[in-house]
């Protein structure tokens, strides 16, 4: 009377299936950024190692672009595929009005000002020494590298100047 039929899931309507798949997206999505990255450190790195150390310190300052928070704010808002070309991965010395001092998952962040109340500039620093001297409301210097825009423009691994 009651036949016992059991029906099988196709193997792709398995929840675990689809779990699978999305890890394999994430993590090659995740290795294509970092291939760029790398690209750009070994170039780099390649066209230095032939001149001494004290050599390639010199060229690296004389490269530095010099940027207030609201003309590098103004840069990536006007347009950000132009402004990565000119500050991406290149040294930058910033200066400008401290918004916020903060600490997140380990890494110290100095939020300068920049144009409008949401405008602003975000510098991860390198170390948290002299983080605790700064304070709201006073201008600072930081030098990193430019790191475009997520969200808003930011700068990696700053220094306080």
């Known amino acids: 009377m009651g036949a016992d039929i059991s029906t099988k899931k196709p193997f792709y309507k398995k929840w675990w299936v689809w779990l699978i798949v999305a890890i394999v997206v994430i993590g090659i999505a995740s290795q294509s950024g970092k291939k760029d990255s790398a690209t750009g450190e070994a170039t780099a790195q390649s066209s230095t190692s032939g001149s001494s150390s004290t050599a390639s310190e010199k060229p690296k300052e004389a490269s530095t672009i010099k940027v207030t928070a609201q003309a590098y704010y103004e840069a990536y808002d006007g347009n950000e595929v132009a402004a990565d070309g000119k500050f991406k991965d290149k040294l930058i010395e910033i200066t400008g009005e401290v918004e916020s001092v903060e600490k997140t998952l380990g890494t110290v962040y100095i939020t300068l000002?920049?144009?409008?109340?949401?405008?602003q500039v975000r510098c991860a620093l390198e170390d948290e020494s002299g983080a605790a001297s700064i304070s709201?409301?006073?201008?600072?210097?930081?030098?990193?590298?430019?790191?475009g825009k997520m969200g808003y423009p930011n700068v990696a691994d700053c220094k306080i100047k």
């Open 136 to 147: 709201k409301g006073s201008v600072v210097t930081l030098i990193g590298t430019g790191d």
């Open 113 to 119: 000002k920049a144009a409008d109340m949401f405008g």
